[in-house]
């Protein structure tokens, strides 16, 4: 299995940046995507971004595209999201994900592990 742990979540004004991290452990040589989701209250969980962990090819969702960027450390097993002119629209709990599978990156359902969460809130 793979263990997933988020760090870098806090209170951020609008217009502002924050980095999400998110170290892997486990049988990580499994891992095709890698991805980052968000879940607002009384909404369902929304894709970020993901990243193909063989080439670093990234994904992102409209909402996103041109905000936030996601890289990825081989060496340490480590993925970054970095938000920038954060929105109070990006408020939610961010979770770190991977998925073996090779079916679609931004589908949450094909996902096999989740970090905790991390909070982020964008004052306005």
């Known amino acids: 299995q793979v263990q997933l742990v988020e760090s870098g979540g806090g209170l951020v004004p609008a217009g502002g940046s924050l980095r999400l991290s998110c170290a892997a452990s486990?049988?990580?040589?499994?891992?095709?995507?890698a991805g980052w989701f968000r879940q607002a209250p009384g909404k369902e969980r929304e894709f970020v971004g993901a990243i193909r962990w063989s080439d670093g090819d990234t994904f992102y969702p409209d909402s996103v595209r041109g905000r936030f960027t996601l890289s990825r450390d081989n060496a340490k097993n480590t993925i970054a999201l970095q938000m920038n002119s954060l929105k109070f629209e990006d408020t939610a709990v961010y979770y770190c994900?991977?998925?073996?599978?090779?079916?679609?990156?931004?589908?949450?359902?094909?996902?096999?592990?989740w970090g905790q969460g991390t909070q982020v809130t964008v004052s306005s």
């Open positions: 486990g049988r990580t040589s499994s891992v095709y995507f």
């Open positions: 994900a991977a998925q073996s599978s090779q079916v679609t990156p931004s589908d949450p359902h094909w996902y096999d592990y």
